[in-house]
DNA sequence: TGATTTTAGTTTACATGTAAATTAGATGTC
DNA sequence: GACATCTAATTTACATGTAAACTAAAATCA
């Protein structure tokens, strides 16, 4: 049973593509055993190290709550390690293991995907793309329940 | 921290709106009880009733082991029920209740989605878009593992 | 200062997705 | 017909996301 072609649905659109693009990007990361998820905190921290919980909340649009659990798992890997701050003991600060920068390079890995999904799309079609995508966006934000 | 300006990721972009648009829709069903995935399998069985299990996986792109359980939740909400078939008895075909029937006019949800995505955009945009979008897809489709 | 409220992070319960193993029933081939 | 193989669906183990409850510490304020 094939989708239908009328009325096309952006949103079922976006979803296809999007998971499109995590699958690319999970089949990239799949050899060094990092999942997506992993990745995107690992890619705060390699540009720049010794982030807090709030703030790796802030960075990749996930909840503390999943990313304690997150990063109970980098630990257990021992690409990263918790550390507690002086001035503030409720906070934790995140900070990489030799083994984590060690995976400094994958911070590129966007590029890769990037590179797949915009192949076939002219410099200038991208120059339309982009924006469109982003005024998208704008028009879903401005009518979230959150926020 | 924000999300810093260039170089843009597209895979990103997309993540960024498939959730947004998924919240949306999320925020559209929870009155009703029903789960976006939950919607998913519900809207294939509104246009198609009786459907079975591989037939739902190939329409909605889930693994038949994410529906096995899927369709256990949908059946405690006495929305659908799962049928024998007598000709194959591997198969099992789905079929709705009176309940789940009755949330037919939920098929329409993803309209509601669509209004808002493309409020912004004019329909010569949205011509543009649409085949843009498409064309990524083929690109990643070309590139990926599976299939 | 002492009580109240916020904030940071964690934990728990639950829904969902994947991969791999399992079960039972078709199919195919000799 | 009997054995090997394929197929449909389920089950299990695990990662991840959400919401809500909980803990501990900081900040506010009367």
Redesign the pocket.
């Known amino acids: 049973m094939k989708t239908p072609p009328y009325p096309r649905s952006m949103g079922r659109l976006l979803n296809t593509l999007s998971e499109a693009a995590c699958g690319l990007a999970e089949d990239f990361l799949r050899p060094y055993e990092v999942?997506?998820?992993?990745w995107?905190v690992l890619s705060a921290l390699w540009r720049r190290d010794g982030l807090?919980?709030?703030?790796l909340?802030e960075y990749s649009?996930?909840?503390?709550?999943?990313?304690?659990?997150?990063?109970?798992?980098l630990e257990d890997k021992e690409l990263v390690r918790?550390a507690g701050v002086e001035?503030?003991?409720?906070?934790?600060?995140i900070h990489l293991t030799k083994k984590g920068q060690g995976l400094s390079h994958l911070v590129d890995m966007y590029k890769h995907v990037n590179g797949v999904l915009l192949a076939d799309l002219s410099e200038a079609e991208q120059e339309q793309l982009f924006p469109m995508l982003e005024r998208m966006l704008d028009s879903v934000e401005g009518k979230s329940k959150k926020r």
Chains 1, 2 share one sequence.
């Open positions: 999942s997506l998820a992993q995107v807090s919980v709030s703030e909340s649009g996930k909840k503390t709550a999943a990313l304690s659990r997150l990063l109970d798992r918790r001035d503030d003991k409720r906070s934790v600060k």
